[in-house]
C-alpha cells in the first residue's frame, strides 16, 4: 500500500504541474483587451486550439480531483 500511495502521490504531482502551467499559458489576460473574450473562427483556426485545450484542461482537473480523492482515501484507510 505504501509503494501505491507513493506513486499516487507523484502522478498527482505531475497532473497538478501539466495542470498549472496549461492554464497559466493559456490565460487570456491581455492588459489591452479589457477583460473581453476573442473571436472564435469555425475554419480550422482558433477554435479548433481553443477546444483542444478546453479537453485538455477539463481533462486534467478531472484527473487531478480523481487522483486527490483516491489518494485521500488510501492514506485514511491506511492510517487506521
Same mark, same amino acid.
Given at each position: 500500500?505504501? &509503494?501505491?500511495?507513493?506513486?499516487?502521490?507523484? +502522478?498527482? =504531482? =505531475?497532473?497538478? +504541474?501539466?495542470?498549472?502551467?496549461?492554464?497559466?499559458?493559456?490565460?487570456?489576460?491581455?492588459?489591452?483587451?479589457?477583460?473581453?473574450?476573442? +473571436?472564435?473562427? &469555425?475554419?480550422?483556426?482558433?477554435?479548433?486550439?481553443?477546444?483542444?485545450?478546453?479537453?485538455?484542461?477539463?481533462?486534467?482537473?478531472?484527473?487531478?480531483? +480523481?487522483?486527490?480523492?483516491?489518494?485521500?482515501?488510501? =492514506?485514511?484507510? &491506511?492510517?487506521?
Amino acid at each position: 500500500m505504501e &509503494t501505491l500511495s507513493k506513486v499516487l502521490l507523484i +502522478v498527482t =504531482l =505531475l497532473v497538478a +504541474v501539466l495542470f498549472t502551467a496549461l492554464v497559466i499559458a493559456n490565460s487570456k489576460s491581455d492588459p489591452m483587451s479589457g477583460g473581453g473574450g476573442g +473571436v472564435r473562427t &469555425t475554419f480550422k483556426g482558433k477554435a479548433g486550439f481553443d477546444d483542444f485545450i478546453f479537453r485538455w484542461t477539463l481533462g486534467l482537473a478531472s484527473a487531478f480531483m +480523481v487522483l486527490t480523492l483516491t489518494l485521500d482515501i488510501l =492514506l485514511h484507510n &491506511t492510517a487506521h
